[in-house]
């Protein structure tokens, strides 16, 4: 049902005069240096992407960060990411208010958020980074904006499964466990290359196979296949699998279509890309889907 939503990515997102060098921490004793609005930041504006679907297109991706727009009009639903600027409702809400809106998707008056948001994934959100979100976002410039409510003509589920309490941080490092951390709940790859059935990605049977379509401007993008199956990346090497995450290109140099993020994609550490490749090289295998 969620199958024609489509996202523009914000490609210049990665290229402005934003900098990471500080927050991209390599060694470890700069990561125990990071603050909690260091790393919020490097996750917002770097794999997490939520300015794929909150900021506006164009220049103002920058000048008018994180304001909200309209991530997708389909018959399923008129889908618009509100304001997470100060500027915004959330100002309003708690710490814990907010942290439950992103992790659970259940605002303070209980109103349930709705798709494309990818819940299936930051409900995996470890207490530590979802702070880390909520810190960072208290801290970027106020923007006003006057966009209207979003529309559903689908019933939204009560909720996106039961209550989160408390989840454990995946120790850093190029591990396949933290790979997945990254793949999954922060980056939401998993989200865009899993096939969908009715109750969401199918993580339990297809995860990483591939299929997804996204019709936009571009065309249709379908999400390619990322197991380690030859109709995967298995004939990739792990420079080739690196250029096509965080610079659209493919081995042939042709380039890439939305809405993969590569220009959030581009602002991680290298630690982070490896574990990331790490992960999906631990794929089972699985052909493409039909
Ligand atoms: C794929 C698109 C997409 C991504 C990525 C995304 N969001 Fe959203 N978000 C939305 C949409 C669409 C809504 C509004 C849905 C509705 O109206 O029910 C929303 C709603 C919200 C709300 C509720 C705000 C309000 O005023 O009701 C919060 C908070 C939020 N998002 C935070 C985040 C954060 C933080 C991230 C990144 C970690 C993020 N979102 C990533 C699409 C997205
Ligand atoms: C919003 C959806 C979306 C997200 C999020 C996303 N991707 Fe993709 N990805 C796509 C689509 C669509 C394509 C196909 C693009 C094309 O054909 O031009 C693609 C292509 C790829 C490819 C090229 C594979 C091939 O065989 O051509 C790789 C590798 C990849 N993605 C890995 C990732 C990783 C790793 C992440 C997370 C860090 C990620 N993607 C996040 C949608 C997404």
Redesign the pocket.
């Known amino acids: 049902m969620f199958k024609s ?1 489509c ?1 523009a990515t914000v490609l210049i997102a990665g290229s402005s005069g934003v900098s990471f060098a500080e927050t991209a921490a390599e060694t470890a004793a700069e990561t125990a240096a990071e603050t909690a609005v260091e790393r919020g930041a490097y ?2 504006r770097g794999f ?3 300015g ?3 900021s506006p297109f164009g220049p103002e991706a920058i000048s008018k960060e994180l304001s909200g727009r309209l ?2 009009k389909n018959e399923a639903f008129t ?6 600027t100060p500027a ?3 100002s309003q809400w708690s710490d814990a208010e ?1 942290s439950r ?2 992790r659970e998707g259940i ?1 303070p008056d209980g ?8 819940f299936a994934m ?1 409900r995996g ?1 470890s207490d530590t980074d979802l702070n880390a ?1 909520v810190a960072f ?1 208290r801290t970027v410039p106020a923007v006003e904006s006057d966009l209207p ?2 529309e ?1 003509n689908i019933p ?1 589920p009560p909720a996106y499964g039961p209550p989160v309490e408390t989840v454990a941080d995946v120790p850093r490092g190029v591990t396949v466990e933290y790979g997945a951390y990254l793949a999954g709940p922060v980056a ?1 790859c998993m989200e865009c290359h899993t096939p969908f059935g009715p109750m969401g990605p199918m993580l339990e049977t297809d995860l990483g196979r591939g299929g997804f379509e996204f019709p936009g401007p571009w065309g249709v993008s379908v999400a390619p296949n990322l197991t380690s199956h030859a109709d995967g990346l298995a004939d990739y090497s792990d420079a080739e699998i690196a250029t096509m995450i965080v610079e659209g290109k493919r081995p042939d140099g042709t380039g890439m279509t939305p809405p993969m993020p590569y220009g959030f994609l581009a602002n991680m550490s290298q630690d982070d890309l490896d574990a990331i490749i790490l992960y999906l090289r631990s794929l089972p295998p699985l052909p493409d889907v039909g």
Do not use: E, T
Not at 79 to 84: D, F, V
Not at 111 to 117: E, F, L, R, T
């Open positions: 939503f996202v996750l917002v997490a992407g939520c794929n679907c909150h991530v997708d889908a618009i990411a509100p304001n997470l915004g409702r959330i907010l809106a992103i605002r109103s349930v958020i709705g798709p494309p948001m990818p930051y959100l979100i976002l409510p979003s559903y939204l939401h």
